[in-house]
């Protein structure tokens, strides 16, 4: 039991005195590169011994992954909680995870040199050159943002390297629901108002984890061992691409929202980049560039990855308590935590400010560390200050990587430099005109018209069932709408999407299951998202084939939204609804100014957003003009 548990310190991976900081990398050119080939054997020999630990050691892969949800009684590291360790929808949501990630860096480098130590080795100074090559691996990361097949799946995740429970002796797969308490990993279930079932997660059926393979039309004796459909993954990304994929610069909306995020002018305080999560004064101010957070974009990879629709297949990922499990997990979130550190080294005052709540000195349970200068070692927990510096923990990622001789300000125009050319499509489609749009206009100083959406939702509406909202410009014929979500995601109309990424406050059992989330649920706590526009509508203005718009002016642009976009919801289970279903989700569209820039070192400036009200007002869940406040 947790409570009976000695702490274990999370440090990191020690860089011996005077030695550089080595670095996480882009998960494909780390696995593909062959002067990586020891470390990537040793990655993935020690992800399967740990997988073999037995399920209720403190540092077995079964209880590091539970800490993320799921058992919510478990507890770990000596510390028990009342619920789970939950850090979703508030302002410690990147903080929180940055420990929990060097947690899982600094167990894969203990079980490579355990599997090092234990291998024979004809001559002493190999084994030598594989324990260096061990001391500087780091965790990599999956750059999801990446053009098409360059965001993809990496190689080695469409393998079966899934997670799988395995007791007994000789060890067999075990349904995760057959552990004795408090080690049961119960069934997630979703109710209606009325208290009627609406869908049931079936995790204590599942022995191994799965991708987007759970679903009706396959038998339970496939999807309890683990289905790895990687293919539903890319799918689901590359669903996300605009509708023109004709040009070489990205064309993913996962990488513009990115590139928003990192641009001056966006996210201009840490509540505003850090969490959906906020409250209806925040918004007063109708900051409009306040709704995108790296909560967001992180939430809608967790449903491209796990599939979150039973229809088309769910997976762990798709849900908050199971998540965890799948080990994709973790470089998924060393993705997050990259985009963190860019933004904290490109704005590097925006920070908690001391009226936040929780505040920036809180403690992130369950993690301890170990500091020089503690006065009793391992008893103190992390908090969001202590982890301000990544670099402290013996990693630093690689466009992050301090070149010789290079000044501050070189420093901070070459990480522009790299964010503008991987994730700056937008900015280079207007600024190239591909389509020869604005060839007869005088664009003075490259600033050009930009469009979004911003949405606010309830992320713990219908019972904490998982949902999307999805957006289409040009209404979709009744008969194409059925119950299979990725029809409307692979729609050509399709522009964006909104996914809430939660879980019931209440367990089957009737115990409530996180706290975080029930406070949120009964305090009537809102979320935020947005998705642009201007890309798609400078495609539809192009097209001769699409009548109503043939520039980016907003007398043109406002009609034809008000006439063509549309959104729908679509429940995990599978239901397509209208948004009337969500009584707190209100749509707003927005009108502004983007200035981009020729020099490969200047991001976009963003701002001057103004309402769009005849987009919305008379559509269901849509702002009426009043709702603007302007």
Known sequence: MAANESPYPIQGILVPPGQPLPLRRNFNDWSTNYEQSISVSLFIRALQQWYSMDYDKMLSYFRIAAIHAYPPELGWNGVTNSSTFCSHAILTFPTWHRPYMLLFEQRIHEMMVDIINDLPFPVPTEKQEWLDTASQWRLPYWDWALPSAAGHVPGLFTMPTRY????????VPTAMGTLPPPYTVNDVVFKDADGQVTLTLPWSECAGTSRWGIKD????????????????????????????????????????LCYRILAPGYAQDWQTFATTGTDRKSLQSKDWVKYL???YIHNNLHGFIGGDIWNDGIGHMENVPSAAFDPIFFMHHCNIDRLLAIYQTLYPSNWFLPSDDPPSNASLKPFYHSFPGDL????RLFTSDDVHDWTIFGYQYDVLQRQSGESQDQYIARINTWVKSEYGGTAALLLNDSKRLFRNIDIKDH??????IDVIYDRHALGGEPYTILFHIGEIPEQEISTRKTALTRHPQ???????FSSPTIGADGQRVCDNCDQQAVAGSISTAQIPLTRTLYYHAADANIGGLDQMSPDQVEPYLEEHLHWVVVSASGQVFGVEILPETKVFVLKGRAQHFHAADRLSQYGGYSA????????PGGAA?????E
């Not at 799988?164 to 060890?171: C, D, I, M, N, R």
């Open 612 to 619: 769009m009200p005849r987009v919305t007002q008379n559509k």
């Open 217 to 256: 039309e396959v038998d339970k004796s496939e999807w309890m061992l683990g289905i790895n459909n990687w293919q539903g993954c890319d799918g689901a990304i590359d669903g996300h691409q605009y509708e023109d994929k004709g040009d070489s610069i990205n064309s993913d909306t996962i990488s513009d």
């Open 376 to 379: 009793v070692p391992n008893t």
């Open 164 to 171: 799988q429970l395995q007791t007994g002796s000789p060890k």
């Open 293 to 295: 957070s790296l909560e």
């Open 494 to 500: 399709f522009v964006g999407s909104v996914y809430n």
């Open 625 to 629: 003009y009043n709702e603007y406040g």
């Open 447 to 452: 600033t050009y018209h930009d469009y979004i």
